[in-house]
């Protein structure tokens, strides 16, 4: 019989948090994944609200996109959206230097994952 392995005992991956640069504005976006690769490729096939038109005007996307790791090996998702924050206030991600959503502004990807259970808002937030 072969052995399977049950998804409860594979280690969970670590989280990075990263920066993606357009290198001929000098706007930048911070995230964190716990796989950059794939993150990439999405944010490629569909940038983040406020980076859509220069990705538009900046084509291929790798030749002006530029993904660097901040920090890596942080252990959970709410350590890494911590640490993410600070990098966002540390870069100013949030003004018109950065890609990043305002605070309390609320995208596609928040309602989808409302609709989803995959994110909970409890009273008074």
């Not at 409860?8 to 950059?36: E, I, K």
């Not at 538009?56 to 252990?75: D, K, N, R, W």
């Not at 890609?99 to 309602?111: H, I, K, L, Q």
Request: charged share 20%; proline share 7%; hydrophobic share 35%.
């Amino acid at each position: 019989m072969p052995a399977r392995a049950a998804a409860s005992t594979l280690a969970p991956q670590p989280y990075v948090v990263y920066q993606l640069l357009c290198v001929d504005t000098g706007r930048v976006y911070v995230g964190f994944t716990s796989d950059v690769r794939r993150r990439y490729a999405e944010h490629k096939r569909s940038p983040p609200p406020r980076m859509r038109e220069d990705a538009a005007s900046y084509s291929p996307f790798e030749e002006h996109f530029a993904l660097t790791v901040l920090e890596q090996g942080i252990p959970t998702a709410t350590q890494a959206k911590r640490r993410e924050t600070h990098y966002i206030k540390a870069l100013r991600a949030r003004t018109g230097a950065g890609y990043n959503e305002a605070p309390g502004s609320t995208t596609r990807a928040f309602w989808w994952r409302m609709r989803h259970g995959a994110l909970s808002v409890s009273a008074g937030q």
